[in-house]
């Protein structure tokens, strides 16, 4: 908004009798233009109209208002962290210190409750206190009354000088100086009556107060009433003070004149006596605040540290520090409890290290019955080599005898050979001996060694990956090891259908999933499934399968990769086995390129450029090739040359789909 100014024209300065005058603005008019800001016109149009150095000091004042302004928002900006600092602190003091909340949670309610105490009682004191003036204040203004009645009914005066000095002497009697309560009136004429010829006083009042301290309501009500007496409360001032205080009304009658008179009480005296005590108040209400929060400090002190310290004593005894035990002090309930404490951790000690005896003793009796067993074994193995090789000249029961000997007695020498291989990880001289490796060369050569196996369950075996070689930080000899046997696991649980193999790597992992489509596990199972020994079929011969030892030995192989090997399986549908391995040793596994739950045979990434294997079923013995291949990228079947029995595999490359070449 900008503001139009008219000015009279000023005379010429040579016209005789009139002296130059600085044009004096006579009209202002105001014209909404909404080519600037509303705030900045109005400014300038009110500059405009002021005297050349008092916009000067404008134009400061603004400076420095802004100046101000700006160091204010600076410091609200650079405090705002640091008060957000100071509350995560102590909401994480709150969370995790059972004295700091008890302590703090004991002074507020403190705090509430004097507080609530504190305003009842010192509103109970300033009602009191109240009452009590009040109940002076109306006896006193009854007395004083009927006295200036009494003096103005029985005056003699006719003259003005007299009347005016009757009516001041009378009033400043009444004022009552000196006394606990200062009383000081307000004397004034009731309006809408006659004016008698004789009337020489409106009004007067003490201390140069004036009609406007009495309150309306209090004015009305004594207009209207005849004799009684009406109260309230208002404030007057005092030199450079407003005092609280009671006003008491009344009509009093002179020389044909009604006329209101007020008497005004100072309570400033009973408003310090309240200040004084509510200060008291709140001072020992503080004092006592702080001592019941240091009381609160001790007390709960006393009660959690016992409780930190057996916090501390657990989490030593839990890091396998078994000799930590609890200081007891005293015989009250809490050294009670350290007692028992101490109690249960030599109990758990005793414990624990009669297992730990036991498990070495198993350990030791598990490596020296197998190291034994070795060379007994090793003369039963000669002797069944050798009635295996003579059989044909045996008769059909003894020829069948031999054969049964002769696998069985492989069977005990891979059953041997297991618990060899566990006896070094229980004993923890199990050693990695990790080179860079292509493991998707590894892969190959498993399913390439794993080929008989699948012709006999009359399986295909699909390997699937993105890339083309994946470079491993492993111990090849372990890892073949656990792929070897989730492969032979796979084609033996798959039922004759197709097994697959995925393998993927992201920046810090590479992952390997074993997938079958047999007749699978349930979830329970597949918790179970690295542990020794264990079967889902407890009553099955073990007429498949190797030891019971094969995938407890893979999960020790993992874990000295620092990697996962996990399982899934669903009733029915198959078993999906994951592995995953840091790409070099050192890294940590944040995430496996594979999920375990599996989409079948897709990889993560969309439709884009692979490398397949496809394994089809060979068979063996009479050295014939397989006839097609499983489904490529595409959804059709890819082409699968025949294999020989002692012959690598095929290897296709295909990408988008596009037939292998």
Do not use: C
Request: hydrophobic share 40%; net charge negative.
């Amino acid at each position: 908004m900008v503001s139009a100014t008219k000015q009279v024209p000023e005379p010429p300065s040579g016209e005789a009798g009139h002296e130059p005058e600085v044009a004096r603005p006579q009209k202002t008019e105001h014209t909404h233009v909404h080519s600037a800001p509303e705030h900045t016109d109005a400014i300038a149009g009110v500059l405009s109209g002021l005297p050349f150095r008092a916009r000067i000091w404008v134009r400061r004042a603004r400076i420095v208002g802004l100046r101000v302004s700006r160091l204010v928002r600076t410091g609200l900006i650079r405090l705002l962290p640091g008060v957000r600092f100071l509350l995560r602190a102590l909401h994480r003091r709150w969370r995790r210190s059972l004295q700091f909340r008890t302590v703090l949670t004991t002074l507020l309610l403190s705090i509430g409750s004097f507080a609530v105490v504190g305003a009842y009682l010192s509103n109970q004191i300033a009602n009191n206190l109240f009452q009590e003036r009040l109940t002076q204040a109306e006896s006193e203004t009854l007395y004083n009354v009927k006295q200036v009645q009494d003096t103005f009914d029985g005056a003699q005066v006719t003259d003005q000088s007299s009347v005016i000095t009757l009516v001041y002497d009378t009033l400043n009697a009444v004022e009552g100086r000196g006394n606990v309560i200062q009383r000081r009136y307000v004397f004034e004429a009731m309006p809408e009556q006659t004016k008698p010829r004789n009337r020489w006083v409106e009004s007067r009042a003490s201390d140069q107060l004036t009609i406007s301290v009495i309150p309306p309501e209090l004015r009305k009500a004594v207009q209207e009433s005849g004799k009684d007496q009406f109260w309230a409360s208002t404030e007057f001032p005092v030199g450079t003070e407003d005092r609280p205080g009671i006003a008491v009304g009344n009509k009093v009658t002179f020389n044909g004149t009604v006329y209101e008179l007020y008497l005004i009480y100072d309570l400033n005296t009973a408003q310090k006596t309240l200040d004084e005590i509510q200060n008291v108040l709140l001072a020992g209400g503080a004092v006592l605040v702080l001592i019941i929060g240091a009381i609160a400090w001790y007390v709960t002190r006393n009660v959690v540290s016992p409780v930190s310290h057996a916090a501390v004593v657990s989490e030593k005894l839990a890091a396998g520090q078994l000799q930590e035990r609890m200081v007891v002090k005293g015989e009250d309930e809490v050294a009670r409890l350290g007692a028992s404490f101490n109690h249960m951790a030599a109990s758990l000690q005793e414990q624990i290290t009669q297992l730990a005896t036991l498990s070495q003793m198993q350990q030791r009796f598990v490596s020296d019955v197998s190291h034994e067993l070795r060379t007994p074994l090793t003369t039963v193995r000669m002797a069944a080599e050798v009635l295996y090789d003579a059989r044909h000249d045996f008769d059909p029961i003894n020829k069948r005898s031999a054969e049964l000997l002769y696998n069985q007695v492989e069977r005990f020498q891979s059953l041997l050979a297991d618990l060899l291989e566990i006896s070094r990880f229980d004993a923890g001289v199990a050693v990695l001996d990790a080179e860079p490796t292509d493991i998707l060369q590894l892969v190959a050569n498993v399913v390439e060694d794993a080929g008989p196996v699948a012709a006999e369950y009359g399986s295909e075996v699909t390997i699937n990956s993105r890339e083309e070689s994946i470079v491993v930080e492993m111990d090849d000899r372990r890892i073949e090891r656990i792929l070897r046997n989730l492969v032979l696991n796979a084609l033996e649980h798959s039922e004759g259908k197709p097994v697959s193999i995925s393998v993927a790597a992201n920046d810090t992992a590479v992952a390997v999933a074993v997938r079958d489509h047999g007749i699978g596990m349930t979830q329970s199972e597949a918790a179970r499934v690295f542990d020794r020994f264990w079967r889902a079929d407890p009553a099955r011969a073990r007429t498949t399968g190797g030891s019971g030892l094969g995938l407890s030995i893979a999960a020790e192989d993992t874990k000295l990769h620092n990697g996962w090997l996990q399982a899934w399986g669903s009733k029915g549908t198959g078993a999906n086995f994951r592995l995953t391995l840091p790409l070099r040793q050192g890294e940590a596994i944040t995430k496996s390129p594979l999920q375990l739950e599996p989409a079948d045979v897709e990889l993560p990434g969309g439709s884009g450029q692979g490398t397949m294997l496809l394994f089809g079923t060979v068979a063996f013995p009479e050295g014939a090739g397989a006839d097609a291949g499983p489904a490529g990228p595409t959804g059709q079947a890819a082409p699968q040359p025949a294999v020989p029995s002692a012959a690598a595999p095929g290897l296709k490359h295909g990408e988008g789909g596009e037939e292998a070449k």
